[in-house]
């Protein structure tokens, strides 16, 4: 079992559902990221997710882009992710998962990528912008090391690609609420709750929903039937506007979301 794996089984032992907390490297300096990443796992975060800045975000949404054109600013550069991935899983047991457009990975070079990931203490990498047919060098990379490879479901997916993806997939799939950019936003749609129902057709174990969700209240809604909920831009947001504290402080109420009636009852 992954350390991916084992966070989500133990936040469901547990009669919750898991909550993965995104954040940019390098924002808005390496040494704060650094030290927020730590902060969302002081502070209830099952999971942290790392994105380091790219030029082309076309997933990203205006705060996201935001900070991640600060980061690349002020000098970015990919041997920071590893320093930071170092850093934070020196000081933290919860697993970081880098969360990377596909170009950066062939340009650093695949099997590099995934060595210096998993002697940095890595777990392993989502590809937004990569279907497991294309990604056959990632694969046997990740299977040589042991790192999780994390692919995306969209509500738009046919059933042939969705029966992939769980074939394709390790640790959790990406479960795209809504179609668009990341962002948050007053309902999620509900297309989420049919994907996860779909997914769970081709024997998808762990399913957790990202895009749009950026309350306690919402973390709830969809841990009543996925295995967990992904936030970035509400963090995001509180580093960029109060500094850690915030941060901390938001991390918390997001957490409180977790805990599932559903789970609760069948437990």
Known sequence: MSR?????????????GAFIG???????DL?????????????????IELGPPYSDPVMDGPVIQEATQTALA????????????REITA??????????????????????????????????????????EAAGEWISASERTGLDRIFLAAPTSTDERLD????????????VSTMGITGERAELDQAARALVGRLRAYGAV???????????????????????????????RALRDGGLD?????AKTLAAGTPSAVRSHEN
């Open 4 to 16: 991916v794996t084992a966070a989500i089984q133990k936040a469901k032992d547990a009669g919750r």
């Open 22 to 28: 995104y954040l940019p490297v390098g924002f808005p």
């Open 31 to 47: 040494q704060t990221s650094i030290q927020a990443a730590i902060t969302l796992a002081e502070n209830g975060a099952d999971i």
């Open 74 to 85: 002020n000098g970015f550069k990919m041997r920071d992710l590893f320093t930071a991935v």
């Open 91 to 132: 000081a933290t047991d919860v697993p970081v998962v880098v969360m990377s457009y596909w170009n950066p990975v062939m340009q650093y070079g695949v099997d590099r990528y995934a060595d210096d990931l998993l002697a940095a203490g890595g777990s392993g990498l989502i590809t937004p912008d990569i279907t497991p």
């Open 164 to 175: 992939l993806v769980v074939k394709s997939s390790t640790g959790f799939i990406y479960t």
């Open 206 to 236: 762990n399913a957790c929903v990202g895009i749009g969700i950026s309350t306690a209240d919402q973390i709830a809604d969809v841990v009543e039937y996925a295995d967990g909920a992904i936030v970035g831009t509400a963090l995001v």
């Open 246 to 250: 915030a941060l901390a402080d938001v």
